[in-house]
């Protein structure tokens, strides 16, 4: 066996070097801390409120959920041969057989109610006469647009086709 040789003095700085930059490379620096705490600020007052807009969010929800529903009562009518009524006020939609039989209501989401913005009560029939056809209680495109507050959404419903599409 070799006896253990003395560390040279050089090895001796070179180690004492090293755990003293890993000693001064724990943890972070007051400048590092500043500039985390100074960008989750800036996060938390300007990005974070519009993330967390829960009224825009189901305003959206309750927009798609619109357009779907008018799309398939409109499918509806025409596969079972029937006239559907659809009804818009300000507070939802209802859809229903000609004869009154109520086959599905749609209400606005409860902390932005009424959420549709035209006033009154307005209807579109599907499959009007057995024909077809779609016909608005205007007699031309129906416009509904979805608000509350600051955020809208706006769509149309077409006469003739009874297509529901949301506008630019």
């Known amino acids: ?16 070097l090293q755990r003293l930059r890993r000693a ?5 620096t007051l400048v590092e801390l500043v500039m985390v705490i100074v960008i989750l600020g800036a996060l938390a007052t300007f990005a974070l409120p519009r993330a967390l807009d829960l009224a825009a ?15 398939a009562m409109q499918r509806l009518a025409l ?6 009524v659809g009804t818009l006020t300000g507070t939802g939609a209802t859809y229903a057989y000609s004869g009154g039989a109520t086959i599905f209501s749609l209400a606005c ?21 057995n024909t077809g056809r ?11 647009t979805v608000a509350s507050g600051s955020t809208s959404r706006s769509y149309q419903i077409e006469t ?6 949301s506008l630019p």
């Open 160 to 165: 003739e086709t009874g297509l529901f599409r």
């Open 109 to 129: 989401p409860a902390a932005t109610s009424p959420c549709i913005s035209e006033g009154g009560s307005r209807t579109i029939t599907f499959n009007a006469g």
């Open 24 to 28: 001064q490379s724990r943890g972070f």
């Open 134 to 144: 779609s016909v608005t209680s205007t007699g031309s495109a129906l416009a509904v």
């Open 1 to 16: 066996m070799h006896a253990a040789r003395p560390l040279t003095p050089v090895l001796q700085r070179l180690q004492r």
């Open 57 to 71: 969010w189901r305003l959206r929800a309750f927009g798609d959920e619109l357009l779907a529903q008018n799309q």
């Open 79 to 84: 596969q079972q041969r029937r006239v559907v």
